[in-house]
């Protein structure tokens, strides 16, 4: 018995797209058939990692998982057939019977521009989006709000500047004195440290980039790690903020139309609306944007990340109304252009050949 056939593997941020030849995996298909084996396809159908629920891999190095979960499996993450569909299907035919319906492939999905038309400062709605928690000693994890899954914007006042230092940053952290950015430190590169010019109102918005779901540290906490010092002295004091983005009113009801030429600050969410013909399939392109997370009418389609591999996001057609849609970006660093894309089909990112 073959419990998982691997047939391909998921992606992480900042490496190509897996994939292997539908051929080459049809051949081995028919020589476990062939040895009367039992077969489990791992992944038969691809998926998605919808909102915040991508995993991450934590061998010494963490890695999170990308949005799509398409694994290069013979049925792709919006369910249309494939190369390795079709060649598997010969190999199975050659041992037991199989039905005449043959699935369609994939067509082509409407394409058009949109321009976001409003924003608002993430940092200046946060009120709306959450209550504080003021934890009097050490610093603490994040999973103490009660919000398993997102962003939380850490906060407290510094007399002084110099080196801010904490045990682990889980997983992304953006700094930002009196409004204004000062850095961000990054698990998988370990940082733990930043030079701050100077005191004043310290934010910190920090990013789960997704749960360790496989090895010792599965189940870990999440947020910034104590202790957290400013030189030798130990920070304690802090508000911990869960920033809920399940519902988005708030936000829309504070942004304002953009004035002027260029592209969107960060970190904002900003608006735009688009009509339909009714519910399809499509596929979201941010190019000219950096990090951050996509909504269509109010659903967290998930991250996207300039880095890659993944260039497109999956829009499943049951979100689509007929006539006027929302588009909502949460662009965390910044974007050059205020434009994004809906194209013909999903582009993954280059692969290992």
Known sequence: MCAEFWNGWFDNWGTHHHTTDAAASAAELD???????????????????FGFTNGANDKGIYEPTITSYDYDAPLSEDGFPTDKYFAFRDVIAKHFPVPEEVPARRTEAPESVVAVASTVPLLQAADMLGTPLHAAGSIPASDTTGQYRGFHLYERHLARGGVLAFGEIRDRAQFFLDGLPVGTLSRELGERSIAL????????LVEDQGRVNYGPRIGEAKGLMGPATLGVEELEGWDIRPLSLADLAPLRSMAREFSGGGGVAGPSVSFASFTAAGPGDRHLRLDGWTKGNAFINGFNLGRYWSRGPQRTLYVPGPLIREGVNELAILELQGGSTRDVRFVAGPDLGPDEK
């Open 197 to 204: 010019p100077r005191g004043g109102h310290l934010q910190i």
């Open 31 to 49: 020589a476990l058939l062939a040895a009367g084996a039992s077969v489990n396809i791992y992944m038969f159908h691809g998926g998605t990692n």
